[in-house]
């Protein structure tokens, strides 16, 4: 845990949602407050969602303060393990994060031999996964890992510890299940460390991982969900788990990464002052955060935020909801919450892919009543990266 010593005092907090009651005790970290806000999922399997505001995804979250979460929760490591060490960013949520705990680590702790691989629910031309597994409660059930270089695979092969990056853990299963469909690929694992910005399961899921294994957190406690029972109840879309197909040159985080990633793109020009939206396309987020850096290097104010397909419900932490195509072709709805929460006087949109993602932003803003610029900011990646 990071900084186990803050607000030792377990403290509490209800939030009541259409779906049901979120009942929380946090027993370490700052002011929850400060970290997240609450939504209701427009999801049957449960009801809820912690909506984080540090992460850039469903509210618009100022790069500097990602980086930050980034570097405690990769500071909370210990450079004491077992090595080749491999990194696993869950998509779509945590893909950024994950990276950016992977960027982190690697930093301060240039001698460790480790690997970034990130799960996907895009699938890559001519590739077989090497591991899946499913996260049961999501609305994208289906986790794709795949490599491309054999050397990558060689060093899975050998690694002893498996570091899971996620936004969020409730109960812990997901984490169980990454695991446990690592192995597969994995015979020499001894360890496996998780990393959240959230963490609700009292550490319960802990016994459960197939190796001896800890927890990392920049708050953690318990929680407990009450549903309503006269709560309409929502049904997920038609291909709400499709898998879409990734460009041949698009990140290569999908497919393992030795070094965090850098995109081929355009650099990017700001006034000193101007707001910008700087929005990533769902896995492809890691580069929105890195365009918004370039901004305030400049002495704009961004802040970034993903298109995803977390189906969520209006209200709450989500002001607004807009709706997008998904860029991959997987017939997936797509959304973007929060749109004008930054008040941006100008939106910029970090793809991969080409498909329709301007057309769709300036539909959204006409719903909302607003008119700004927005741009698509093409980023491609070099295989020999």
Same mark, same amino acid.
């Given at each position: 845990?990071?900084? @186990?010593?803050?607000?030792?005092?377990?403290?509490?907090?209800?939030?009541?949602?259409?779906? #049901?009651?979120?009942?929380? $005790?946090?027993?370490?970290?700052?002011?929850?407050?400060?970290?997240?806000?609450?939504?209701?999922?427009?999801?049957?399997?449960?009801?809820?969602?912690?909506?984080?505001?540090?992460?850039?995804?469903?509210?618009? +979250?100022?790069?500097?303060?990602?980086?930050?979460?980034?570097?405690?929760? +990769?500071?909370?490591?210990?450079?004491?393990?077992?090595?080749?060490?491999?990194? =696993?960013?869950?998509?779509?949520?945590? $893909?950024?994060?994950?990276?950016?705990?992977?960027?982190?680590?690697?930093?301060?702790?240039?001698?460790?031999?480790?690997?970034?691989?990130?799960?996907? !629910?895009?699938?890559?031309?001519?590739?077989?996964?090497?591991?899946?597994?499913?996260?049961?409660?999501? &609305?994208?059930?289906?986790?794709?890992?795949?490599?491309?270089?054999?050397?990558?695979?060689?060093?899975?092969?050998? +690694? !002893?510890? =498996?570091?899971?990056?996620?936004? @969020?853990?409730?109960?812990?299963?997901?984490?169980?299940?990454?695991?446990?469909?690592?192995?597969?690929?994995?015979?020499?694992?001894?360890?496996?460390?998780?990393?959240?910005?959230?963490?609700?399961?009292?550490?319960?899921?802990?016994?459960?991982?197939? !190796?001896?294994? *800890?927890? &990392?957190?920049?708050?953690?406690?318990?929680?407990?969900? %009450?549903?309503?029972?006269?709560?309409?109840?929502?049904?997920?879309?038609?291909?709400?788990?499709?898998?879409?197909?990734?460009? @041949?040159?698009?990140?290569?985080?999908?497919?393992?990464?030795?070094?965090?990633?850098?995109?081929?793109?355009?650099?990017?020009?700001?006034?000193? #002052?101007?707001?910008?939206?700087?929005?990533?396309?769902? @896995?492809?987020?890691?580069?929105?955060?890195?365009?918004?850096?370039?901004?305030?290097?400049?002495?704009?104010?961004?802040?970034?935020?993903?298109?995803?397909?977390?189906?969520?419900?209006? #209200?709450?932490?989500?002001?607004? !909801?807009?709706?997008? *195509?998904?860029?991959?072709?997987?017939?997936?709805?797509?959304?973007? /919450?929060?749109?004008? %929460? &930054?008040?941006? /006087?100008?939106?910029?949109? +970090?793809?991969?892919?080409?498909?329709?993602?301007?057309?769709?932003? &300036?539909?959204?803003?006409?719903?909302?009543?607003?008119?700004?610029?927005? %741009?698509?900011? =093409?980023?491609?990646?070099?295989?020999?990266?």
């Amino acid at each position: 845990m990071i900084d @186990e010593t803050i607000n030792a005092k377990p403290r509490h907090k209800q939030v009541v949602l259409p779906t #049901g009651t979120l009942n929380l $005790t946090i027993e370490h970290g700052p002011d929850i407050d400060d970290l997240c806000d609450f939504a209701a999922r427009a999801n049957p399997k449960r009801g809820f969602l912690i909506v984080s505001k540090v992460l850039g995804r469903h509210i618009p +979250a100022r790069p500097a303060v990602m980086r930050k979460t980034m570097d405690e929760l +990769a500071a909370s490591i210990s450079s004491d393990l077992s090595q080749p060490v491999v990194f =696993l960013g869950m998509a779509e949520t945590a $893909t950024a994060l994950g990276q950016g705990v992977f960027a982190a680590f690697q930093a301060h702790h240039p001698a460790i031999a480790c690997l970034y691989l990130q799960t996907s !629910r895009q699938r890559l031309a001519g590739l077989t996964p090497i591991a899946t597994f499913e996260e049961g409660h999501s &609305h994208a059930t289906s986790h794709l890992v795949q490599i491309e270089d054999l050397a990558m695979l060689d060093f899975i092969a050998k +690694a !002893r510890t =498996l570091i899971v990056v996620d936004d @969020e853990c409730s109960t812990g299963n997901t984490f169980i299940s990454a695991a446990e469909g690592m192995l597969v690929v994995m015979p020499n694992l001894e360890q496996v460390d998780t990393c959240c910005i959230t963490d609700w399961s009292g550490g319960k899921y802990l016994s459960g991982m197939p !190796r001896p294994a *800890n927890s &990392h957190s920049v708050l953690s406690g318990s929680m407990s969900w %009450e549903a309503n029972p006269a709560a309409v109840v929502p049904q997920l879309a038609a291909g709400s788990n499709g898998a879409g197909n990734a460009p @041949e040159n698009g990140m290569r985080s999908r497919c393992g990464l030795w070094q965090p990633e850098v995109a081929i793109r355009p650099a990017v020009e700001c006034q000193p #002052g101007y707001r910008v939206l700087v929005l990533g396309d769902g @896995e492809h987020s890691y580069e929105a955060l890195r365009i918004a850096e370039e901004i305030e290097a400049q002495g704009g104010i961004a802040a970034v935020q993903s298109i995803t397909r977390t189906p969520a419900l209006v #209200g709450h932490a989500m002001r607004t !909801r807009s709706e997008f *195509n998904d860029a991959y072709g997987s017939t997936a709805p797509a959304f973007l /919450y929060n749109m004008l %929460e &930054h008040d941006p /006087y100008r939106v910029i949109i +970090a793809a991969e892919i080409e498909a329709g993602q301007v057309q769709d932003a &300036h539909a959204a803003l006409v719903r909302l009543g607003a008119s700004l610029q927005v %741009e698509l900011m =093409l980023c491609h990646y070099s295989r020999d990266a």
